[in-house]
């Protein structure tokens, strides 16, 4: 009996260190697409028809000024989530306030710039009557690079975003939370949460 015990709590503890782990990662890439978006090079585009010269940046794109923003507030909100996640209490009311309502944010904010960031991804202007698409220029190479790899690492936040939720909702990881949550071989943890620590023998 208590060895199945054992084995349930180490099963929880795993899958809150999943999770708190795919947090961070969410973290990283949400701050990376940020700062590839808002760091791409401008490019200026010459037109061979007689158009005049246009200088590109990531700012003449509402969605791209939108995934910066947005991915930086979502960092930043993860950010919270996983200092939660860590410090929080058995009865941590903020925590237990916070985190719902976190959870639930994050992926809104996230979501919502990489698709208006896909969505925008043509990066085109009209011209002298014409509509330009910035990246069929030999000019624009750099900076289209670029913001295609800041919307794809984006996307791959939204991924791990999900897979942390999965893992968060999965059965053994609701037991853990209602033994008390921890984390990660915490020795204060186990005495919370582990009732065969001693021996099957209640404390002193």
């Known amino acids: 009996m208590c060895e199945g015990e ?14 708190l ?18 760091t791409a090079s401008q490019c200026t585009i010459f037109l061979y028809y007689g ?4 200088t590109i940046t990531y700012k003449d794109f509402g969605p791209f000024v939108y ?21 929080k209490k058995k009865d941590g009311t903020p925590a237990k306030v916070l985190l719902p309502l976190l959870d639930a944010a994050v992926p809104v904010v ?13 990066m085109s202007y009209c011209a002298v009557g014409k509509r330009v698409g910035v990246c069929t220029t030999a000019a624009a190479g750099n900076f289209c690079n670029q913001v295609h790899i800041a919307m794809y690492v984006s996307l791959a936040a939204g991924v791990a975003l999900l897979v ?11 037991k853990k939370k209602e033994g008390g949550g ?8 186990s005495d919370k949460s582990t009732p065969c ?7 002193h």
Do not use: Q
């Open 110 to 122: 996230l979501y919502s710039a990489t698709a208006a960031a896909f969505a925008a991804g043509d």
């Open 197 to 203: 620590h001693h021996g099957c023998h209640s404390k």
């Open 182 to 189: 921890g984390g990660c071989g915490s020795d204060s943890d």
């Open 67 to 87: 995934l910066v923003v947005a991915s930086s507030i979502g960092a930043f909100m993860e950010a919270i989530a996983i200092f939660l996640t860590i410090c």
């Open 51 to 54: 158009g005049p010269l246009h």
């Open 6 to 19: 054992k084995k349930k709590d180490s099963s929880s503890g795993a899958l809150y260190c999943v999770n």
């Open 21 to 38: 782990a795919l947090r961070i990662v969410v973290l990283g890439l949400a701050v990376a697409a940020a700062a590839l978006m808002a």
């Open 164 to 174: 942390a939720e999965i893992v968060k909702h999965w059965p053994d990881s609701g």
